[in-house]
């Protein structure tokens, strides 16, 4: 691929999870924030293996089974997911993820990340996407919570998101070398990464303009056009770019990152991984967010609302 400059990056914010207590906990903020070690002392550190979670059983003993997702379902046709069993696919990952992660692979390699100032800008290397399968097995959006709630303790949201909220929980896992695309949120996120190591491209909503914004339906989600994963067949997509700026962040396995609502964020996967996304919605949130969104949803399902353009059922693009 033809190096091609793109937008700007600057890495996000982060503090560790021990200064965070010292300055008094997580406050209101609109921009990200990745806490180091936020998951050291939580249950989740220890029980959330590929090992343990391919143990998980229904209530009458069986396997559990999910769709996985096959594609992305931002860009392209909707495909079918297919439905398989989680534990093979689990100790398929665990045999993965005992294969170290290199420093040199990336969009920003982490040996070129600690070289880098507080502050400093820099590109990001794109051609890293280049490598990776277009159509591979990969369990998104889970309500893992919800299948086995004695799962929840396992996460002390509370002490990074004092104060009342609903909240949503999704699991992510998978190997390396997938991604999730561009897209922006409805609701706040804390991203907990409990095993391997993801890289997340992240727009603050004054990027707006350079975006991209798709039409098609995802709840609670905008999806944009552009596919960070073909800028060598699209470099026109990557050129249009270039005046944005970007954020960066290498998230790790123990860290958690803070994605505030309508932040536009793709991530990239460096190892075999196991993710939990909590979204959560204030009382005021909910009537000025929550409610339209859920109008929308009613109106789709009614076929009223960009039915037969949507990532939800099997139709065109």
Known sequence: MKQIPGPSFTQVEEIDALQLEQVGGFGPRTSPLLVKGALRNWPAQQNWTFEKMAQLRNKDGSEPTRKFQNGLVEQGETQERPLLPIAPYLLELAALATQPVSEEVGLL??????????????????????????????LAQWSILEDFPQLRSDFDIRSLWPGWRWTWESVFMGPANTHTGLHRDVPNNWFCQARGVK?????PPSEEAFMKPSKKYDWGATLSTINIARFDQHPEQLRALEQAKGLYARVEEGDALFIPKRTWHAVVSLAPSISLAVFGLTAKEILLSGVPTATKDLLHNMHLYRWGHCICHKHGI
């Open 199 to 203: 890289e997340f491209v992240m727009f």
């Open 109 to 138: 390699p982490n040996q070129r990340r600690r070289q880098l100032q507080p502050g400093e800008e820099f590109l990001l290397n794109w051609a890293h996407m280049q490598s990776f399968t277009p159509h591979r097995n990969y």
